[in-house]
């Protein structure tokens, strides 16, 4: 469907429009006296979510981002699955599993003055991954308002029990990233990425001042990052998972990524919830999970 057919269709005037955006790809604008956003259909992906009461964007996205099939976009809230991190089996298959490098397919939207809501499909018949062999329906919801809530409910169609881990790999924009905390994950053992795996401790709030790639397990779900320089305070609250990630590459692993000006790891922290490493979520025949998280906003007083 062009972005004609899909506003003929699923357009809500004043508050949901399609649009061709970047790479000719379609975007949803979203509006509504809460907030503004915009999601590519492309990767499934909420790109920007902006409520009124604030003055910068919630989520960072990087102006180097690659929109094109099988590349996934740099920044807001991509979709990691049926895997998180690199392919489970060794197959050489997408970083992060392959939904957030393809196309998504519109099932519908809502809208209220004060809310939008947006649902997106992504179903085996879609993926041209051939060595995913179960068949699935994806779907994955929006809402839109004061606070941003996101639900991913993986439907297992076929009549064989399949594992998956997943994330919602969350690219929060900050001022500076040695100013800001995440409160939450006080005494969570983490996997240090970048220590080979080694588990460790976490002592006091997470604060970053060099590459920070960690796996925390067993998290209660309720996760603040403080940002003293935008002087906002960003609560994650999550549900049906027992992992977390903070993800900062610092200049030098920016310097690799060509999709990331070399600053912008100073404007940026990926603080992520989901089902990752042990937290394996196996989903019988006609089963399902949904992995749930929302974002409020406070100004920091
Ligand atoms: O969530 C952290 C992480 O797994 C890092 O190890 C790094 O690879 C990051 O994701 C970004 O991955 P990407 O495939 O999007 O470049």
């Not at 976009?73 to 050489?92: A, E, H, T």
């Not at 906002?232 to 549900?239: A, E, F, L, M």
């Amino acid at each position: 469907m062009d972005t004609e057919q899909l506003n003929a269709r699923f357009g809500i005037r004043n508050h949901v429009i399609f649009k061709t955006g970047a790479g000719g790809l379609p975007f949803i604008s979203v509006r509504n006296r809460h907030a503004t956003a915009l999601v590519s259909l492309h990767g499934g992906q909420i790109l920007s979510y902006e409520p009124v009461s604030q003055t910068s964007d919630v989520l960072f996205l990087s102006k180097k981002s690659f929109y094109e099939d099988g590349k996934a976009i740099r920044g807001g809230i991509p979709v990691c699955w049926p895997w998180f991190g690199p392919d489970p089996k060794g197959l050489q298959r997408p970083n992060h599993g392959f939904v957030r490098t393809r196309l998504w397919e519109m099932v519908n939207t809502q809208s209220t003055t004060a809310e939008s809501r947006i649902r997106l499909q992504f179903t085996d018949s879609q993926k041209q991954e051939n060595t995913w062999r179960h068949p699935f329906r994806l779907e994955l919801d929006f809402s839109i308002g004061e606070t941003l809530s996101m639900s991913l409910t993986t439907h297992n169609t076929g009549d064989k029990t399949f594992a998956i881990t997943q994330a919602f790999h969350t690219y929060f924009r900050i001022g500076d990233i040695g100013e800001i905390q995440v409160q939450g994950l006080e005494n969570c053992r983490y996997f240090d990425k970048l220590d080979q795996g080694r588990e460790k401790l976490q002592t006091g709030p997470v604060t970053v001042n060099e590459e920070v790639d960690r796996i925390y397990e067993d998290v209660d779900n309720h996760v603040v990052l403080v940002d003293p320089v935008l002087q906002r305070r960003i609560t994650i609250d999550s549900k049906n998972c027992k992992t977390g990630v903070v993800w900062n590459p610092w200049e030098k692993s920016s310097k690799k990524m060509a999709d990331l000006g070399n600053r912008d790891y100073r404007h940026f922290v990926c603080v992520e919830t989901g089902n990752i490493a042990f937290d394996l979520i196996q989903i019988p025949p006609g089963g399902q999970h949904s992995l749930l998280t929302s974002f409020v906003v406070d100004d920091l007083l």
